[in-house]
């Protein structure tokens, strides 16, 4: 059975179109991820799924049902925000408990399924503490207990990390990618942070303008994106983007080059004058001009190169994309 099917979903607010024709299907157990720069409908997406949001036209179906006119809390999702959104007078054992005790579930269910739940998430130690006593990593675990405690059809994340610092993020991440493992559970994760759609998704969808760009596994539209917009989007350092008439006058495409697949070389076709230095420890990233155009190499390993020095760049033709001026992709 297919987690969810959006078949043609559009949204308008007024005279705004956020979504535009929609439609994508969710296999049961799948980990998709929506991606795209900010305002580009992701979180309405979401909440149109949800139902906090009614969609202006189209379907929405989960686990076999369509759901367009059933309530949020009877969708058989289970959201957990950017926010947290806990409810701080009562501890976690209160928090991952409220939605089961309102369902009228039996006492040994809840309990079973607080104790799996906690467990899963090392929150043994926590369940009487309060929201306030809690890290942020701790509370947003909460929140993904309460997910998890209601077994829903369809878990719904919007930016779940964004709240929390890199290391913790990290982590987090591991044990969202372990938890989707265990639980096989089907997942929609919003988020902007490129390293978490390549990381966890089984496929990520592209939205630009309230549009699907693309949709594909990570590596698809990494090695094969339709565009340049998808190509640049994902990757970082973003992919390079060069007018070809630097190597051939006249020549109208542009050419699309990843950072790691740009290096020194002394009979290189281009020379760049370098801007910046970023030193990784195991990688550097360089930051150079050509003519007027800002170009990031990503070379391993350590090397000594300066602000202001001069370069002469290569680059491999197998792996150059080649776009129009409109940005479609030609090879
Ligand atoms: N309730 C609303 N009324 C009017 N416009 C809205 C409303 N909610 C969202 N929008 C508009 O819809 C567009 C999409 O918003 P949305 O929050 O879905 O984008 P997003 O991709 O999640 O962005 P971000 O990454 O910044 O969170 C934006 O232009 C936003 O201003």
């Known amino acids: 059975m297919t987690a969810l099917i959006l078949k043609n979903v559009n949204k308008s607010f007024g005279k705004v179109n956020v979504l535009r024709d929609i439609s994508l299907t969710v296999e049961k157990g799948e980990f998709v991820v929506f991606v795209g720069p900010s305002g580009c409908g992701k979180s309405t997406l979401l909440r149109v799924i949800a139902g906090l949001e009614d969609a202006s036209s189209g379907e929405v179906h989960i686990a076999g049902r369509q759901v367009d006119h059933v309530p949020p809390s009877k969708r058989g999702i289970a959201m957990v925000f950017q926010s947290y959104a806990l409810y701080p007078h009562l501890n976690v054992r209160g928090n991952m408990t409220l939605a089961l005790k ?34 942020g990593g701790q509370r947003q675990r909460v929140a993904i207990g309460r997910a998890i405690v209601r077994e829903p059809e369809l878990f719904l994340f919007d930016e779940p990390l964004s709240n929390l610092d890199a290391a913790l993020r990290m982590n987090t991440r591991l044990e969202i990618a372990n938890l989707h493992r265990a639980l096989n559970a089907s997942m929609i994760y919003v988020t902007h942070d490129q390293t978490e759609a390549m990381t966890l998704a089984d496929r990520i969808v592209v939205l630009r303008d309230g549009k699907v760009e693309q949709i594909g596994t990570p590596m ?12 640049g989007f994902l990757g970082s350092p973003a992919m390079n983007f060069l007018p070809a008439s630097l190597l051939e006058a006249g020549d109208p495409r542009i050419i699309g080059l990843r950072p790691e697949d740009m290096f020194l070389s002394s009979d290189g076709p281009f020379r760049a004058r370098v801007s910046h230095v970023e030193e990784l420890g195991g990688d550097t990233n360089v930051i150079a001009m050509i003519d007027t155009h800002q170009v990031t190499l990503r070379l391993f390993g350590q090397h000594r190169i300066g602000e202001g020095q001069d370069l002469h760049l290569g680059y491999n033709p197998e792996k150059a994309f080649h776009f129009d001026p409109e940005g479609h992709r030609l090879t």
């Not at 104790?115 to 043994?124: T, V």
């Open 220 to 231: 698809e539209l990494y090695n094969n994106p339709v565009n340049r917009f998808v190509a």
């Open 102 to 135: 309102q369902e009228k579930q039996p006492r040994a269910v809840i309990e079973e399924r607080v104790a799996k739940a906690s467990r899963m998430l090392n929150l043994d130690d926590y369940l009487d503490r309060y929201p306030a006593e809690l890290s």
